[in-house]
C-alpha cells in the first residue's frame, strides 16, 4: 500500500507543476498583449502629432523641404494637355476670306493682263492703219515733186502742200515719224539696203540715197528705208 501510495504522489506532483506551467503561460500572454497594446496606442500618438506639425500641403514640413502643391501639380498636367479645338464658325471664316483674297489676286492678275492685251491690240490695230496710209504719202510726195517750178505757187500746187503739211502733222501726233537715211550710216534695224554704188566723196557703208522713205510708229519700225549704200 506504500508503494502504491508513493507512486501517486510523484503523479499528483507533475499534474500540479503542469497546472502551474500552463497559469504562468496565461500569464505571460496576458502580459504581452497589455504591452502590444501600449505600443499601439504610442505610435497612433506619434502620428496624430507628426500630421499636425507637418502641416498643410505645399507648406514647408518639419524637415524644411517643401511640398508640392495641387496648383503645380494641376500644371504639369495641364502643360501636357491637348489645345481645344477651334470653332468651326472661325475655321469656316479664315476659309472664306482666303477664298476672298485668292479671288481678288486672280481678278487683279486678270485685270492687268487684259489692259495689255488691249494696248497691243491697240499697238497692232494702228501699225495696220498706218501701213495701209503711208502708200497716200508716197503718192502725195510724188505728186508734188512732179509740180514744175513755175506752177509751185499756183492755187492748186499750194492746197497740195497745205493738205499734205496737215496729213503729216496728224500721223507726227500719232506717233508716226519718217526714218532719217541719207547721209547716215547703214542699219539694217532702219534701212533696207536695194542698191550699191562706188562714191569716193562718201564713206565706207553710208546711205547715198533714199529711193522709198521709212517710218516709225513710236518706237517700232512700220516700214524701213529703202536705201542706195555707197562703198
Do not use: C
Not at 508503494?3 to 499534474?15: G, T, V
Not at 500721223?171 to 550699191?196: C, Q, R, S
Amino acid at each position: 500500500m506504500e508503494e502504491i501510495k508513493n507512486r501517486q504522489m510523484p503523479e499528483e506532483d507533475a499534474a500540479e507543476q503542469e497546472t502551474n506551467a500552463s497559469a504562468g503561460t496565461e500569464n505571460v500572454g496576458e502580459e504581452s498583449g497589455e504591452a502590444k497594446a501600449a505600443g499601439e496606442t504610442a505610435e497612433n500618438a506619434a502620428g496624430q502629432d507628426s500630421s499636425k506639425e507637418s502641416g498643410p500641403a505645399g507648406q514647408e514640413g518639419p524637415g524644411g523641404k517643401e511640398e508640392p502643391s495641387e496648383g503645380a501639380s494641376e500644371g504639369k498636367k495641364g502643360f501636357f494637355w491637348k489645345k481645344d479645338k477651334k470653332d468651326p464658325r472661325d475655321e469656316k471664316i479664315e476659309e472664306l476670306t482666303d477664298r476672298l483674297k485668292r479671288s481678288m489676286a486672280e481678278f487683279d492678275n486678270f485685270r492687268k493682263r487684259t489692259e495689255k492685251e488691249k494696248a497691243s491690240m491697240y499697238e497692232i490695230g494702228a501699225r495696220d492703219v498706218i501701213e495701209k496710209i503711208l502708200p497716200i504719202v508716197d503718192n502725195f510726195e510724188r505728186g508734188l515733186a512732179a509740180i514744175p517750178e513755175d506752177s509751185k505757187e499756183t492755187p492748186f500746187a499750194e492746197g497740195m502742200e497745205k493738205i499734205y503739211r496737215q496729213f503729216m502733222k496728224t500721223l507726227e501726233e500719232m506717233g508716226v515719224t519718217p526714218i532719217e537715211a541719207v547721209g547716215k550710216e547703214f542699219d539694217p534695224n532702219f534701212h533696207n539696203a536695194v542698191m550699191h554704188i562706188e562714191d569716193e566723196n562718201l564713206g565706207e557703208n553710208i546711205v547715198a540715197q533714199e529711193l522709198q522713205k521709212g517710218y516709225m510708229y513710236r518706237d517700232s519700225v512700220v516700214r524701213h528705208s529703202m536705201v542706195q549704200v555707197a562703198n
